[in-house]
Nanobody, 123 residues
Framework: QVQLVESGGGLVQAGGSLRLSCAASGRSIGSYAMGWFRQAPGKEREFVVAISYGGSTTRYSDSVKGRFTISRDNAKNTVYLQMNSLKPEDTAIYYC????????????????WGQGTQVTVSS
């Protein structure tokens, strides 16, 4: 079992930045791909970004490419999401997740979910 706890969400103005963290416990995340999904009010949960277990491969959705950056520190069992140039349409609950690889993760086949952290971008 892996427990995932997200933090770092909050309220920010459009154009601002936030950094989300996801701390894992229970097992080492070193063998998992890690990813972030988000769900806006009234919408389905959507894939945002994923990173391979070694950090060499990343996969981004087109909507965040060039603005968001995922990274991981396996020694700290933590994955990060740096979000820059935020837009009101980025407002959502952001969920951390694990999966076998970035491709499978991007399809929504997730092994474990975090509880989510709210990100609100005001215009």
């Amino acid at each position: 079992q892996v427990q995932l706890v997200e933090s770092g969400g909050g309220l920010v103005q459009a154009g601002g930045s936030l950094r989300l963290s996801c701390a894992a416990s229970g097992r080492s995340i070193g063998s998992y791909a890690m990813g972030w999904f988000r769900q806006a009010p009234g919408k389905e949960r959507e894939f945002v970004v994923a990173i391979s277990y070694g950090g060499s491969t990343t996969r981004y959705s087109d909507s965040v490419k060039g603005r968001f950056t995922i990274s991981r520190d396996n020694a700290k069992n933590t994955v990060y999401l740096q979000m820059n140039s935020l837009k009101p349409e980025d407002t959502a609950i952001y969920y951390c997740s694990t999966g076998p690889n970035t491709l499978v993760l991007s399809t929504g086949k997730v092994d474990y979910w975090g509880q989510g952290t709210q990100v609100t971008v005001s215009s």
